[in-house]
T-cell receptor, first 114, second 117 residues
Framework: AQSVSQHNHHVILSEAASLELGCNYS??????LFWYVQYPGQHLQLLLK??????LVKGIKGFEAEFIKSKFSFNLRKPSVQWSDTAEYFC????????????FGQGTELSVKP | EAGVAQSPRYKIIEKRQSVAFWCNPI?????LYWYQQILGQGPKLLIQ????????DSQLPKDRFSAERLKGVDSTLKIQPAKLEDSAVYLC???????????????FGPGTRLTVT
């Protein structure tokens, strides 16, 4: 079945550690890729997105993600996390012929220890 | 710019009862989505409206769920009768352009947390 997979359910890091969250999707054809974040008590918000062009995209708060088409991956990275990055992170995909319907991964909970 | 509004924020009902959720999208957003997020999972699309027409309701359990978007603005999602497995957060989102040219960027509301006992 077509899906979006996030490799880690829960990641615990200390402040200043580097972060990489894995995301793989199983759709063929042209896709748009997203990372959404949900901070404690807040609603889902867009962190970054990829449509086309440079496969390395930069988002808010120092996050970036790299689209590797051959690996069907869109991993999220941050060189140095902060306590305020504690949140749940969702990878999501839309297909260009499906009217913007987001298909989400199961989410990765990130806990950053001060 | 005001965000997507949802109410109520929390609802507790017994199984077999009915419940309704309300969503007001960002002004000018033609497309409205309802997602169901079960604990430990990512959101799953239930229904998508383009103005007041349904674009995709393939994952809506139509025997118990219904949704409408009268006048192409506010929307209501109803469950009747509720089952225990309907316990979840119901998210409403809106976007300007569903075609993919804007990448389906969606703006989410705070959600309604439903507990069915």
């Amino acid at each position: 079945a077509q899906s979006v997979s996030q490799h880690n359910h829960h990641v615990i890091l200390s402040e200043a550690a580097s972060l990489e969250l894995g995301c793989n999707y199983s759709y063929g054809g042209t896709v748009n890729l997203f990372w959404y974040v949900q901070y404690p008590g807040q609603h889902l918000q867009l962190l970054l997105k990829y449509f086309s062009g440079d496969p390395l995209v930069k988002g808010i708060k120092g996050f970036e993600a790299e689209f590797i088409k051959s690996k069907f991956s869109f991993n999220l990275r941050k060189p140095s996390v902060q306590w305020s990055d504690t949140a749940e992170y969702f990878c999501a995909v839309t297909k260009n012929n499906q009217g913007g319907k987001l298909i989400f991964g199961q989410g990765t909970e990130l806990s950053v220890k001060p | 710019e005001a965000g997507v509004a949802q109410s109520p924020r929390y609802k507790i009902i017994e199984k077999r009862q009915s419940v309704a959720f309300w969503c007001n999208p960002i002004s000018g957003h033609a497309t409205l989505y309802w997602y169901q997020q079960i604990l430990g999972q990512g959101p799953k699309l239930l229904i998508q409206f383009q103005n007041n027409g349904v674009v995709d309701d393939s994952q809506l359990p139509k025997d118990r769920f219904s949704a409408e978007r009268l006048k192409g603005v506010d929307s209501t999602l109803k469950i009747q009768p509720a089952k225990l497995e309907d316990s979840a957060v119901y998210l409403c989102a809106s976007s300007l352009d569903p075609s993919g040219r804007r990448g389906g960027e969606q703006y989410f509301g705070p959600g309604t947390r439903l507990t069915v006992t």
